[in-house]
């Protein structure tokens, strides 16, 4: 029932993870491309920092889902509570929800009996229309964690890959247009996802990616040899 939504929440992980990765290593690359010009130490320090970077990404990303799932426990226990407790309370909540959704007369009558005849259903009402809020399964945690961890690994290592290949000058320019084209089609999706201007959103994405690596430039420079 809920499928769209998790792909839509899924692309927008993908984007986090890979828009972080991308951004944190760019600056690095610059960083160490300006203090030496070895493709070694280039290589050895981005694999290093995108490992650290994937797994602090995905421990992140694990701990607020759990942070989430914990969040709904506590307050369905309190819903339980409130129902047994207090239900003429709760009833007349379940009456104002769908009151305000412009049902009235027998069909809001009928709607109510309907929800709070079931226990099950009556709390799950409550939860989803009172707070909005929506369960959070094991299978989620994990396939958030992944996909995170996933998406930040393959954007951080995009532009490390030209250092493979080339000499560190001409993997520089390499990384920097890799990253720049990658930067803008992300603000172009964001902006479409949103209704917002294409290319103020590809612009705004690549400064910010920029400004991360000119800041690791000038610091790689502090330590030129």
């Keep these: 029932m809920h499928e769209p939504h998790k792909k839509g929440n899924r692309l927008s992980d993908i984007i986090l993870g890979g828009q972080d990765g991308l951004v944190s290593i760019l600056g690095l690359l610059l960083g160490l491309a300006a203090a030496t010009?070895?493709?070694?130490?280039?290589?050895?320090?981005?694999?290093?920092?995108?490992?650290?970077?994937?797994l602090s990404m995905a421990a992140v990303a694990y701990t607020s889902k759990m942070a989430d799932r914990d969040h709904y426990a506590a307050e369905r226990k309190q819903e339980i509570k409130e129902v047994a407790e207090v239900p003429d309370i709760e009833r007349?909540?379940?009456?104002?929800?769908?009151?305000?959704?412009?049902?009235?007369?027998k069909l809001l009558t009928d709607i109510v009996n309907h929800i709070t005849s079931d226990h099950e259903?009556?709390?799950?009402?409550?939860?989803?229309?009172?707070?909005?809020?929506?369960?959070?399964?094991?299978?989620?945690?994990?396939?958030?964690?992944?996909?995170?961890?996933?998406?930040?690994?393959?954007?951080?290592?995009?532009?490390?890959?030209?250092?493979?290949?080339?000499?560190?000058?001409?993997a520089l320019i390499a990384a920097l247009i890799l990253s720049v084209v990658v930067l803008a089609g992300i603000g172009i999706y964001k902006a479409k996802m949103t209704l917002g201007k294409p290319f103020k959103s590809a612009l705004q994405m690549v400064l910010i990616g920029m400004g991360a690596a000119v800041a690791g430039y000038l610091i790689g420079l502090l330590f030129k040899s």
């Design 37 to 54: 010009k070895s493709s070694r130490i280039i290589i050895a320090g981005g694999l290093a920092t995108i490992f650290a970077e994937t």
């Design 92 to 105: 007349q909540e379940i009456v104002d929800i769908y009151s305000a959704k412009g049902f009235s007369g």
């Design 121 to 170: 259903l009556w709390i799950d009402t409550m939860m989803k229309e009172e707070l909005n809020l929506l369960p959070v399964i094991k299978h989620d945690v994990y396939e958030y964690t992944a996909v995170v961890g996933i998406a930040t690994f393959s954007g951080a290592f995009l532009p490390l890959i030209p250092f493979f290949f080339m000499s560190v000058h001409g």
